[in-house]
Structure formats: structure tokens, C-alpha cells
């Protein structure tokens, strides 16, 4: 159901939130078990927004199905990007960040 909503914001309103939808439709493509899909939705949002929440969801989806080279050259772009980040940058990160720093301790301990 989520897809269909995404779908249609997609549509109707492209120009509402563009990064939310496409963050948003590749985690839902990644939960119904369309790797495939999701892969190609991760890496348009993270080629067309290049923000630190694109690299960062799709590194925490890498590291969930294994993917080590994407998650490793992920890591390095998201190192250099958080390098640069003052106070009020890393408070709006801060959320995925955590999220980014579990999912790689979680897989550093599968190894």
C-alpha cells in the first residue's frame, strides 16, 4: 500500500519532498524483497541528491543484505561528508547517523 501512496505522490505532486518519496519507496521496495528495485532506487537518490541521508540509508540497506564493496565505499563517502559538518549539521543528521552507526556495528559483529 505504501508503494501505491509513494507511486501516486510521485505523479500527482513531483515536486513534493522528491528525496522523502524516493528514500521512502526504496526502503518500502527493499521490505517487500525487490533487491533489485530497491538497489536502483537507492543509487538514483544518492546520484540525484547526494546528500549524507541518501548515502546513508542506502549504506544501512548494504549492510543488511551483505553487500560489503557498497557499504565500505558508502562509509568512506559518508566519512568525508561528516568531516565538514558544523553543530547544527550533525544536530540534523544526528538520526540517521545513529541509525548508520548500529546497522555497521550490527555487521561488524556478523563478520
Same mark, same amino acid.
Given at each position: ?7 501516486? =505522490?510521485? +505523479?500527482? +505532486? ?6 522523502? #518519496?524516493?528514500?521512502? *519507496?526504496? +526502503? ?7 533487491? %533489485? %528495485?530497491?538497489?536502483? !532506487?537507492? @543509487?538514483?537518490?544518492? @546520484?540525484?541528491?547526494?546528500?549524507? !541521508? ?5 549504506? =544501512?540497506?548494504? /549492510?543488511? =543484505? ?5 557499504? !565500505? +565505499?558508502?562509509?568512506?563517502? /559518508?566519512?568525508? =561528508? *561528516? %568531516? ?11 538520526? #540517521? ?11 561488524? %559483529?556478523?563478520?
Amino acid at each position: 500500500m505504501a508503494l501505491d501512496y509513494l507511486e501516486r =505522490i510521485r +505523479r500527482e +505532486r513531483p515536486d513534493f519532498r522528491p528525496e522523502a #518519496v524516493s528514500l521512502l *519507496s526504496a +526502503r518500502c521496495l527493499a521490505g517487500t524483497s525487490r533487491a %533489485q %528495485q530497491a538497489r536502483a !532506487e537507492f @543509487e538514483s537518490a544518492t @546520484e540525484r541528491f547526494g546528500t549524507y !541521508e541518501s548515502r546513508a540509508e542506502y549504506a =544501512i540497506w548494504a /549492510l543488511a =543484505i551483505g553487500d560489503t564493496t557498497t557499504a !565500505e +565505499r558508502l562509509d568512506a563517502e /559518508l566519512n568525508k =561528508i *561528516s %568531516q565538514r559538518w558544523n553543530a547544527l549539521t550533525r544536530d540534523l543528521n544526528a538520526a #540517521v547517523e545513529r541509525r548508520y552507526r548500529a546497522a555497521r556495528g550490527r555487521a561488524l %559483529q556478523r563478520a
